[in-house]
Nanobody
Framework: HVQLVESGGGSVQVGGSLRLSCVAS????????MGWFRRPAGKEREGVAT???????RYVGSVEGQFTVSKDNAKNTLYLAMNSLRPEDTAMCFC????????????????WGPGTQVTVS
């Protein structure tokens, strides 16, 4: 059983930056796909970024060049660096763990953290 805990969310001004962290326990993230998702208030949860076991990354088009996903296998920690934040980036952000594949779908991810709120104003 994998447990994930996010941190690093908060309130920031337009144009500011945040770095989210997600610490995993129960398994080694380096062997699997990890992802970041977000859910704006009143909207569906959407995929933001994934990183597979080889370090290959993928982003949703709206954050390409703005967000960077990375991981530290030694620390079993996933990161999301968010720059040039805009009000539309306001959302609850979740990290997720997939023991199967890196498909761009929530169904591919079988463990989730409780989330951390990002507010941009």
């Amino acid at each position: 059983h994998v447990q994930l805990v996010e941190s690093g969310g908060g309130s920031v001004q337009v144009g500011g930056s945040l770095r989210l962290s997600c610490v995993a326990s129960g398994d080694t993230i380096g062997r699997y796909c990890m992802g970041w998702f977000r859910r704006p208030a009143g909207k569906e949860r959407e995929g933001v970024a994934t990183i597979d076991r080889n370090g290959t990354t993928r982003y949703v088009g709206s954050v390409e060049g703005q967000f960077t996903v990375s991981k530290d296998n030694a620390k079993n920690t996933l990161y999301l660096a968010m720059n040039s934040l805009r009000p539309e980036d306001t959302a609850m952000c979740f990290c997720a763990f997939s023991s199967s594949n890196c498909a761009w779908s929530e169904d591919a991810f079988n463990y989730w953290g409780p989330g951390t709120q990002v507010t941009v104003s």
